[in-house]
């Protein structure tokens, strides 16, 4: 519930003018009415002593002037209702041992008024008595006074307490009215105007003439609309402005942004042309290795058909020769040589043949992407030839054991023969590169050892690659599937060897390539194919 | 000392002298009657009678009852105790219908005041020597 502060005020002096008005109307009267009363039953007490004097000197001195004069004073008041002479009789009984006081009234004034001794007072009658004694007689003076005259002055007070009381609530009212005015009024203005200040009017301004606590409180209310008004101002001027570079800020950043882009796309293209260089350098390094491999293959069987051929032109000279001299039995001899050696120079020319047949197959960039049944013995074993001749040819000193270990019930599988072979050429390469360096390393009895393995595996193909070189450290282990990861000195690896061999077997035939290794051991990379793909 | 020792053995053989002496009635000259009957006297010293015959106030004057005159007032002339008469007094001063009694020592005191006060009228044993007071016949007579 809302109580303004103008009816609080209005209500609290009502309330201390109420307090005032109760007090004259009813305290006050009430408290004079008894000071009244009791100022005048002391007057009248005087007067019964006065009398009871006037009596007991008139009995004891015969002087009844004193009685006289007191009882025409005590005549005087018109309230005086009766004045009674009460004889006090002690009454003893018969042996004397006890006795009683007997009150005998002697006479009464005015004489048609009887009362008993035992009259008390009333609101209308006060009865007051004085005793006296003398040798005559013991007795009392009752004084019977009607307060008549009390309750009228009484009704006066109270009259006046009435009138007075009215112009109290009259003036109290009137300072309540205009105190609540003068109050109430700077309040509901300040109030007024706070509200508007809240509703965000910041122009309203309390006027306030009061030279009080309100009329500061206006003053300081007025100031801090102001203050908040500047906070406000500077406040909306700093969000412009902080909009205003923020939209400048993001329009350059798009900007930015934008050319960014154009500069990465250009950069994308640039690597992606890079990488598909890269991709083919590597595959004409891979073939590099391969030609020396191959050259080193061709050169074996083109010395074979060349010795036999020079040694079947030596054998035809002799045939001439036993033929002219007839020696028959020799020319048999001979021709069966001839053919014997020439049988030999036609191997080793399909031999020759067969090679170059492979390494067209392999320089071919593109394979056509029909996969065939190859057997993957033969497949491991022609790369592990190649590649170990390979580096021979270029490092005379290099040399190394190769185990190979192949397992039969492998049979065919369905591959692309060019990928896995460069698959396995990437990873003989890398196995010959690291025993080779730990050879020359010259360590005490240290063979260089790499081994091939081949095994089914239910519906799986597992092809090992073992080396004893020195591992994989676990920092690198993590990124040698990585685009360019390279451990080799600059210039001498490309880093694509691992990842093209990774894409070639999980993507190109559903397979896994991974690596054990521990280091200083030696590292084991197992491809596996899946039969069916 | 000796003017205020002289009027007391004067009071004393004048005492000693009335002891069961006759009565007198003395009047003022206003207002008193010169004879009165002895039930009439009773009933103006009973306080009954507030005013003379003329208008004048009825004042009595007595011997006060410590004094044989006062003693022989209430025996023969209301013929109760000084007690009871003192009482009577009492009661009736309360009225205030009359005047209350002035009593007095002496007879000399008593004759004075009589003589020069309307209306008074006074009873004492003893002769009267008040010359401006006159003697109020009761039943005739000058004394009782
Ligand atoms: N058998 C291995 N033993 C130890 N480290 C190996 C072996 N094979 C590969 N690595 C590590 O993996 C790295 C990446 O090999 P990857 O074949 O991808 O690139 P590369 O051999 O360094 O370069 P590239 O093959 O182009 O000549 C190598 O640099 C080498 O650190
Ligand atoms: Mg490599």
Redesign the interface.
Known sequence: MFIGVKTKILLTVLAIVLLFTIFSLVYFPSLQGRALRTNYQSEVQNQAKTIALGASIALSEQNFKGLKTAMDFVKENEELRFVTLIQKDTIWNTDSSSYKVEDNVMVTFPEENTYSSNLVSSDSLIIMKAPFRTSIMDGEIMLGVSTKSINIRQKKIRMTALLISGAIFLVGMLIGLWLSRNISHPVQALRKAAKRVGEGDLTSEVKSSSKDEIGELAVAFNNMVNDIKKLSDLTLEQEKEKQHLLASQNEALEKQVEERTAELRQSLENLQSTQAQLVQAEKMASLGELTAGIAHEIQNPLNFVNNFSEVNAELLAELEEELNNGNHEEVKQLIQDLKDNEIKIVHHGKRADTIVKNMLQHSRTNSTGVKEPTDINALADEYLRLAYHGLRAKNKSFNAALKTDYDEAVGKINILSQDIGRVILNLLTNAFYVVNEKREMNIAGYEPTVSVSTKKKDDIVEIRISDNGNGIPQKVLDKIFQPFFTTKPTGQGTGLGLSLSYDIISKGHGGELRAETKEGEGTTFIVQLPYKS | MKNFLLPILFLLSITVYSQNSELTVIGNKKGVPAQLSTSNLKSIFMGNQPKWSDGSKVIIAMM??TTDGGKNTCSKLYQKST?DV??H???V????VI?????FNTAAELQNFVANTAGAIGVFDGTVTASTAKTVLIDGKTSF
């Not at chain 2, 001063?93 to 205030?96: A, F, I, L, P």
């Open positions: 006060k009852f007690t003192t009482k007094w009492l009661t001063s309360m009225k205030g005047d209350a009694p002035v009593f």
